[in-house]
């Protein structure tokens, strides 16, 4: 039995940043942050968005009247949660008008979280064939005004709908992980901005990349030429490129034109979103799903997870006969075209204003945000939200 991912949907607010204009206004060479970086855009939140909103944005893509019933399990990947203590799940339950009868929870652990999600409900769902687990990775990417993490913020949610005989993507049964006590990077629980050790994050990531890829294949007895396509955790869209980068001289030249080939596809969206944190790997399969010239049903793809602090992990997905929504992509294609772009006066606005963990009482007014869900404020420290 098959059991993978059936639908994917994809959600990032309508303001962005060109880092063309980030490049000007810090003194640097626009060259640095679309190449060196790998990024051309940067989705930029309103305050009437947080990860519950994008989630719920997202997930209504994919929750159907044929699934709605099915849905036994709601995992939400984040860390850019809302509460300490009440998950993010729950909220999205209620948005979506689920069933009561579901398990909701949410899985923190930096960007590994929906990986995390994804493996449970893979089980899940072997077990219980009949239902459906909906997946769910939203963050927003903060760290800070004229930091050197800056140009790699971001912000947007993939929902995945995990069911039996997938449309999209099975999943291998197996996987290889990897984790250890790294201080790469880190947000304190009083902090709404992120700490990193930007290189060191970088090395970690390659050698995890490394250690969970060369398991994989040795444990599964394959090979790396049986994967067609190879998708990365993108916090920007170069580190993937690099990681790609350490084991091209295992293959040959073919093998590596190809791979290339795929992954310039699977960093369409990314390069221009940004920093999904938990959505990230999964952004970048949509992307290659979208954007593949040369895939087909049947091809094996390797996915590699990777989670600060730090857990690693690499597995394999099969194409299922329907893996490409020419729908899908145009819809995508279009919302990303029809951003509205701020200057970076107002994209330091939109940073500077957009809400803190510490008040008790804001209003939010949702006039500019054209999404379906939306975050109106907080009222006696409870967090207020709405469906138009």
Same mark, same amino acid.
């Given at each position: ?113 929906? $990986?995390? @999600? ?6 899940? &769902?072997? *077990?219980? /064939?009949?239902?459906? %687990?909906?997946?769910?990775? +939203? ?12 140009? $790699?913020? @971001? ?6 709908? &995990?069911? *039996?005989? /997938?449309?999209?993507? %099975?999943?291998?049964?197996? +996987? ?213």
């Amino acid at each position: 039995m098959n059991v993978g991912i059936d639908q994917i949907g994809f959600y990032t607010p309508n303001y962005y940043l060109d880092l063309r204009d980030l490049a000007y206004a810090r003194h640097e060479d626009p060259n640095k942050y679309l190449i060196g970086i790998g990024q051309e855009r940067q989705a930029v939140p309103p305050a009437s968005q947080d990860a519950v909103t994008m989630a719920a944005n997202a997930a209504t893509q994919v929750v159907t009247a044929e699934n709605r019933n099915q849905i036994s399990l709601i995992i939400f990947g984040t860390e850019s949660g809302v509460d300490n203590s009440k998950s993010g799940a729950i909220y999205l339950q209620q948005l979506l008008g689920l069933k009561r009868e579901a398990r909701a929870f949410e899985i923190k652990q930096a960007c590994y979280g929906a $990986t995390a @999600g994804l493996q449970l409900a893979k089980d899940f &769902v072997a *077990a219980h /064939p009949d239902r459906v %687990a909906l997946v769910v990775g +939203s963050d927003v990417a903060r760290y800070g005004l004229n930091t050197p993490g800056e140009v $790699t913020q @971001g912000c947007g949610a993939i929902a995945m709908t &995990v069911s *039996a005989q /997938p449309r999209t993507l %099975a999943i291998s049964p197996n +996987s290889s992980v990897y984790s250890d006590d790294i201080m790469d990077f880190w947000r304190p629980i009083n902090h709404t901005e992120a700490l990193v050790d930007g290189h060191y994050s970088n090395d970690i990531y390659q050698q995890f990349f490394q250690k969970t890829i060369q398991a994989y294949c040795a444990e599964q007895r394959v090979s790396l030429t049986d994967f067609r396509a190879l998708t990365f955790h993108l916090p920007y869209s170069k580190l993937g490129l690099k990681a790609l980068r350490t084991i091209l001289p295992e293959v040959d030249e073919s093998q590596q034109q190809q791979w290339l080939t795929e992954f310039e596809a699977s960093r369409v969206y990314n390069r221009q979103v940004g920093n999904l944190y938990t959505g990230s790997l999964y952004l970048s399969l949509l992307s290659l799903l979208d954007h593949s010239q040369e895939l087909t049903s049947g091809d094996q793809i390797g996915l590699f997870s990777y989670g600060s602090g730090a857990q690693g992990e690499f597995f394999a997905g099969t194409l299922q006969a329907d893996f490409q929504n020419y729908n899908r992509r145009d819809q995508i294609e279009a919302a990303l075209e029809n951003r509205q772009r701020l200057d970076v006066y107002q994209y330091e606005e939109f940073f500077t204003k957009w809400p803190t963990f510490k008040t008790a009482n804001v209003t939010i007014d949702p006039a500019l945000d054209d999404a379906e869900f939306v975050f109106t404020g907080v009222i006696d420290n409870k967090r207020q939200y709405r469906r138009r």
